[in-house]
């Protein structure tokens, strides 16, 4: 079965430090990956994408995030965290089928702190 | 564009009682999904749907229905709510299978926060 996991309920980290954000995946076959994020009281936001290539993506915000298939991991990273970074995030997984049903990690709340 | 919009953003339930949650989305987007999303757990897909006329369970589809009579809409409704459904629930859309996997990131409405007492 698929699954996401993502280790930690919170992190923490002071502005200007650099961010990472864990999520490791179990699914069969090539998987495509996402980052989400949503801020209080809203709806999810797309972030970024791995769908094949190279293994380091980049996205919105600064954010990026690595692909390292045989660690089966897709950790979110920020050289420079923003006290506005604060929010929950997901990373999510789909397999290549015609439905692109998503597969949701628990999500871990970013606090950055001033 | 108003992209994914979501009706209502708050209701209160008693056990038992009915009702229909819509979303709507503007960007002509071939697929729809429903989520619910509960403390500790992410979102769970409830139903989705990958054109008019179509709808699928997903992980999590007992005790609800859904309708997509037309392409913009999906309709997610509760016939007899318990305290279980007590959630908040996100409506998603995607391009399908036109847009290809490549360009296939889900859009999401702003949520329904609903208790059932």
């Known amino acids: 079965a698929q699954s996401v996991a993502q280790p930690e309920d919170q992190v923490n980290v002071a502005e200007g430090n650099p961010l990472t954000v864990k999520c490791t995946y179990s699914?069969?076959?090539?998987?495509?990956l996402f980052w989400y994020v949503q801020y209080p009281n809203r709806g999810l936001q797309f972030l970024l994408k791995?769908?094949?290539?190279?293994?380091l993506v980049k996205g919105s915000y600064g954010f990026e995030a690595e692909f390292n298939k045989s660690q089966t991991s897709f950790h979110l990273k920020k050289p420079s965290a923003l006290v506005s970074d604060s929010a929950l995030y997901f990373c999510?997984?789909?397999?290549?089928?015609?439905?692109?049903?998503?597969?949701f990690g628990s999500g871990t709340r970013l606090l950055v702190r001033p | 564009n108003a992209g994914v919009t979501q009706t209502p953003k708050f209701r209160v339930l008693k056990t038992g009682q009915s009702m229909t949650l819509l979303c709507a989305q503007d960007?002509?987007?071939?697929?729809m999904y429903w989520y619910r999303q509960d403390p500790g757990m992410g979102l769970r897909l409830i139903h989705y749907?990958?054109?008019?006329?179509?709808?699928a369970k997903g992980e999590v589809p007992d005790g609800y229905n859904v309708s997509r009579l037309k392409k913009q809409n999906f309709l997610l409704g509760l016939e007899s709510a318990a305290p279980s459904q007590t959630s908040v629930y996100f409506c998603?859309?995607?391009?399908?299978?036109?847009?290809?996997?490549?360009?296939?990131?889900?859009?999401f409405g702003p949520g329904t926060r609903l208790t059932v007492l």
């Open positions: 998603a859309s995607s391009p399908g299978l036109a847009g290809g996997l490549r360009n296939n990131e889900q859009f």
């Open positions: 699914v069969s076959g090539n998987p495509y």
């Open positions: 791995y769908i094949t290539g190279d293994n």
């Open positions: 999510a997984v789909t397999k290549r089928d015609s439905s692109y049903k998503l597969i």
């Open positions: 960007m002509n987007h071939e697929y």
């Open positions: 749907s990958v054109g008019e006329g179509t709808t």
